[in-house]
């Protein structure tokens, strides 16, 4: 999909899909496998991305998201409260993890700030 993309609530998107920059993503939406968000998109809470996705640098995540396995997060992206990720992801630097985030085993991580550490 092309830069600057808006797509509602309960959207779902297949496998491989790859959107590019400043796209937006409403509440209780679904990636599949393999997907790529480009720099600065946001997704709303109680949204779901499969295994294997890539979240470009500057993402935002609502709160009650879940990760599949295998995930990479660039440098800068914000996870809201509760978020779950699976096994085998890689947090980038500067990478904000809201309060009670749960990470799978074993996780790479940069150089992760809590949202309390923030305030």
């Given at each position: 999909?092309?830069?600057?993309?808006?797509?509602?609530?309960?959207?779902?998107?297949?496998?491989?899909?790859?959107?590019?920059?400043?796209?937006?993503?409403g509440?209780?939406?679904?990636l599949?496998?393999?997907?790529?968000?480009?720099?600065?998109?946001?997704?709303?809470?109680?949204?779901?991305?499969?295994?294997?996705?890539?979240?470009?640098?500057g993402?935002?995540?609502?709160?009650?998201?879940?990760?599949?396995?295998?995930?990479?997060?660039?440098?800068?992206?914000?996870?809201?409260d509760?978020?779950?990720?699976?096994?085998?992801?890689?947090?980038?630097?500067?990478?904000?993890?809201?309060?009670?985030?749960?990470?799978?085993k074993?996780?790479?991580?940069?150089?992760?700030?809590?949202?309390?550490?923030?305030?």
């Amino acid at each position: 999909m092309n830069n600057w993309c808006n797509l509602g609530k309960y959207c779902a998107l297949g496998n491989g899909c790859n959107l590019g920059n400043l796209c937006n993503l409403g509440d209780s939406c679904e990636l599949g496998n393999g997907c790529i968000l480009g720099e600065s998109c946001t997704m709303g809470s109680w949204c779901r991305l499969g295994d294997q996705c890539e979240l470009g640098n500057g993402c935002h995540l609502g709160d009650c998201c879940n990760l599949g396995n295998l995930c990479k997060l660039d440098k800068g992206c914000k996870l809201g409260d509760r978020c779950e990720l699976g096994n085998y992801c890689i947090l980038c630097d500067q990478c904000h993890l809201g309060n009670d985030c749960t990470l799978g085993k074993p996780c790479e991580l940069g150089t992760i700030k809590t949202l309390m550490e923030l305030k």
